[in-house]
C-alpha cells in the first residue's frame, strides 16, 4: 500500500539550474528509451535498458547512471500504459509523447532525513530543506515507512515539487459481523447501517453545473488560446472540490465499517460506466452530469481507503437492484413524477412503496449474503433521512460517534 505527499519548495538559482540540467538530459534519455520500446514492439524494463543504456552513458557522461535506469523504469510504465489505453480504444495518438516530465530518482539519487534531502547532479549533490505538511507528519508518525524512490518535477518560479512516497503492509481483513451497502449516485450517496438507511447528499449537480456555466462565461467569443482565459480556466476547482468530497465521504464510510466490523457492499460498475448510462440519454445537459458524477473514482475511493482500515468490501451485480421488491421479489413500477428518473415507486404484490435509493440498499445487502429481514412498516414511501456531505459540515459528521446520530 503506498500514500504519496507533494513537497514545494522554493530554491536559489544555482540549485534550480543544476537540477534543470538533469531534467533536460534525463527528458532525451527518456524520448530515447520510448522510440526504442516502440520500435522493438516490447514494453520490458529490461529489454529497454539493455537496448539503449550503453549509447545513452557515452551521450550522457556526466549524468548519474541511475538516472538511465530511472528514465528507462519511467519509458516501461508509459509504454505499458499506452498499450492498455491502446487495447481500450482510447489513444488518440500513435505514440505516447512527453510533455512533461517528472524526474524518477531511486536510493542511488536521494537521501532523506528530516533537515534536508540530498539530491544527485550532473556536478555534485544539491542539498533542499523542505517544510513539511500535516499530511507528512500524519503518515510519518502513523508506522508508514518512507520509501527508496522518490520523484521530483520543476515549477516555474525556481519551485521544486518533490513527491515522498510512504509504504504500510495492509492489514489482515476481519471477520465481518455485518453488512454496510452503499449504492452510489449523481447527487448522493446512499448508506445502509444497522438496516437504517440514510442519504448523504453531495451537491455533485450544483458543482458540475456552475464550473460549466463558469467555463461558458469565460470562454463565449475567446479563444481558449488566449493567456487570460487559460489563466481563469486553470483557476477553477472542480476537480479538487469533487475529489475532497470523495475521499472525506470514503472516510465517513469506512470508518463506520471498521467501527462496526462490517463489510461494505458496492456495486461492481463495469468500465465505462457513464457511456453505459447515457446511450439513451438525449439531453445534453443530463450527459454532461452523469460523465463528471465520476461514479467509478466514487467506487474506487472506498475501496481504497477500506485496503488502508482493513475492511473488507463486496462487489455485486448492481443489474435491477431498484426495480425489485427485496421482500416479495416483484417488480417495482415507479410513476412519472416530472422528473429525470422518478424516485418513489409500487410493489406489484405488495402495494407498498418505496424509495428508489433504499430497494438498492436492501438488494445489494441481500446479494452479498445478508439474510436479515427487511423491515416493512406502512404504506408511505420509505424514503431515507437526508445528510448534508458539505467540506464544511462533514468534519462535524465524522467526529460523531455513529453514523446513525449525525446532525444536519
Not at 504519496?4 to 534543470?20: E, F, G, I, Q
Not at 550522457?60 to 500504459?81: N, Q
Request: proline content about 4%; glycine content about 4%.
Amino acid at each position: 500500500m503506498e500514500r504519496t505527499v507533494k513537497l514545494r519548495v522554493k530554491v536559489d538559482y544555482k540549485t534550480y539550474s543544476a537540477l534543470k540540467e538533469v531534467e533536460k538530459e534525463y527528458r532525451e534519455v527518456l524520448e530515447e528509451a520510448i522510440n526504442y520500446g516502440l520500435s522493438n514492439k516490447t514494453t520490458s524494463f529490461t529489454r529497454i535498458k539493455a537496448g539503449v543504456y550503453k549509447t545513452e552513458r557515452e551521450k550522457h557522461k556526466d549524468l548519474p547512471s541511475h538516472y538511465i535506469y530511472t528514465a528507462c523504469e519511467d519509458a516501461s510504465e508509459r509504454l505499458d500504459s499506452f498499450e492498455k489505453l491502446k487495447r481500450r480504444g482510447r489513444s488518440y495518438t500513435e505514440k505516447p509523447s512527453v510533455r512533461r516530465v517528472t524526474i524518477h530518482l531511486d536510493d542511488h539519487l536521494w537521501k532523506f532525513n528530516l533537515d534536508r534531502i540530498s539530491i544527485s547532479t550532473k556536478r555534485s549533490r544539491i542539498l533542499i530543506s523542505p517544510t513539511f505538511p500535516k499530511i507528512f507528519w500524519r503518515y510519518y508518525n502513523k508506522g508508514w515507512r518512507i520509501a527508496s524512490e522518490a520523484r521530483f518535477k520543476l515549477l516555474k518560479g525556481n519551485v521544486v515539487e518533490f513527491y515522498v512516497i510512504f509504504k504500510r503492509d495492509e492489514p489482515k481483513p476481519y471477520e465481518p459481523k455485518g453488512f454496510i451497502s452503499v449504492d452510489l449516485n449523481e447527487n448522493s450517496v446512499s448508506v445502509l447501517v444497522d438496516g437504517k438507511p440514510m442519504l448523504l447528499e453531495t451537491n455533485t449537480k450544483r458543482i458540475t453545473l456552475g464550473y460549466e456555466y463558469r467555463r461558458k462565461a469565460i470562454t463565449t467569443g475567446k479563444s481558449t488560446k488566449d493567456r487570460e482565459v487559460r489563466r481563469k480556466l486553470k483557476r477553477l476547482r472542480e476537480r479538487n472540490k469533487k475529489v475532497d468530497i470523495r475521499r472525506k465521504l470514503a472516510k465517513l464510510i469506512v470508518k463506520e465499517a471498521f467501527e462496526s466490523r462490517s463489510v461494505i457492499v458496492l456495486e461492481d460498475l463495469p468500465r465505462r460506466t457513464p457511456e453505459h448510462m447515457i446511450k439513451d440519454v438525449k439531453d445534453s445537459q443530463l450527459r454532461l452530469r452523469i460523465y463528471r458524477a465520476a461514479f467509478s473514482s466514487m467506487k474506487n475511493a472506498i475501496i481504497e481507503k477500506a485496503r488502508e482500515f482493513g475492511v473488507p468490501v463486496v462487489l455485486v451485480n448492481p443489474s435491477h437492484t431498484s426495480t425489485v421488491c427485496p421482500v416479495h421479489g416483484t417488480k417495482i413500477v415507479y410513476q412519472l413524477d416530472g422528473g429525470d428518473a422518478p424516485r418513489v415507486g409500487v410493489c406489484e404484490k405488495g402495494k407498498e412503496k418505496w424509495h428508489r435509493d433504499v430497494v438498492a440498499l436492501y438488494n445489494l445487502a441481500r446479494r452479498a449474503g445478508d439474510v436479515s429481514p427487511v423491515p416493512l412498516g406502512s404504506k408511505e414511501s420509505h424514503d431515507p433521512p437526508k445528510r448534508w456531505l458539505r467540506a464544511k459540515s462533514l468534519h462535524s459528521i465524522m467526529n460523531d460517534h455513529k453514523m446513525i446520530e449525525m446532525k444536519v
